[in-house]
């Protein structure tokens, strides 16, 4: 996570992202986190967390830049949301900033479609907001 945030950072200055966020929210079953690795070490990784009664909010997507190009966040993304989906979630939501067009490119790829804007960023003209029914 140090990772993915130092990467914001670079990308939106400040900390990266000052969403307000509770490790205890990502326990199951209001929410989850899962960690890629490879060779042993972590790659990638992301979470959900209860939005609602229905949805399920990502939060932390990433992947190391070194492994990007192999199909990891996508797979991490598939088991985010099949996490989601066993918990009773029936739609994933999230927010990405206009400055992540790989992250935005692979969101459109596997489903996703924009959506009003919602949570921490929903007025910051730099928010795209995007959902996946699960």
């Not at 140090?2 to 326990?27: Q, S, W």
């Not at 989906?85 to 067009?101: H, K, S, T």
């Not at 790989?102 to 928010?127: K, L, S, V």
Request: glycine share 14%; hydrophobic share 40%.
């Amino acid at each position: 996570m140090r990772a993915a945030l130092a990467e914001l950072a670079v990308r939106y200055g400040g900390t990266g992202d000052d969403t307000p966020m509770d490790p205890a929210e990502f326990t199951p079953p209001r929410g989850d986190f899962v960690v890629a690795f490879l060779g042993g070490e972590p790659v990638g990784g992301a979470g959900w967390r209860a939005h609602g009664d229905e949805d399920a909010e990502l939060k932390r997507m990433f992947t190391s830049v070194a492994v990007r190009g192999r199909g990891i966040g996508r797979r991490v993304l598939a088991a985010v949301e099949e996490s989601a989906r066993a918990q009773g979630r029936r739609r994933m939501i999230l927010e990405v900033g206009d400055l992540q067009p790989e992250a935005i490119a692979m969101y459109h790829a596997c489903g996703y479609d924009r959506i009003e804007n919602f949570g921490f960023y929903r007025n910051d003209p730099g928010c795209l907001s995007f959902a996946r029914v699960l």
